[in-house]
């Protein structure tokens, strides 16, 4: 069975610093794509990072020089390391594995497997 475990959301003040954690079992970290998705009440999950097998990243424009995607193969968990944090970062950010397609639409949320339940970021400003 999947399971993906996503953790360390919490309320920050804009310009603070959060780095969530997906911790991911069955299948590990750099054997799949994975990714970082967001979500607020009455809006569409959207993409904001991404990892492909062999290391290379995709950002949403907004978050680029901010935000931060990794690994640690070791530890079989993916990162999201989040700067300069801003009040419209305010979401639920999920993890997900396993993509297909092409890649240039990472960002379409009907293109991964396997989701995790999600962890709650908010910024007040």
Request: hydrophobic share 35%; net charge positive; with cysteine.
């Amino acid at each position: 069975q999947v399971q993906l475990v996503e953790s360390g959301g919490g309320s920050v003040q804009a310009g603070g610093s959060l780095t969530l954690s997906c911790t991911v079992s069955r299948y590990t970290v750099s054997t799949y794509s994975m990714a970082w998705f967001r979500q607020v009440p009455g809006k569409e999950r959207e993409g904001v990072a991404a990892m492909r097998s062999d290391g290379s990243t995709s950002y949403k424009d907004s978050v680029k020089g901010r935000f931060t995607i990794s690994r640690d193969n070791a530890k079989n968990t993916l990162y999201l390391q989040m700067n300069s944090l801003r009040f419209e970062d305010t979401a639920a950010y999920y993890c997900a594995q396993l993509f297909w397609g092409g890649w240039q639409s990472w960002s379409n949320r009907n293109a991964w497997a396997y989701w995790g339940q999600g962890t709650q970021v908010t910024v007040s400003s």
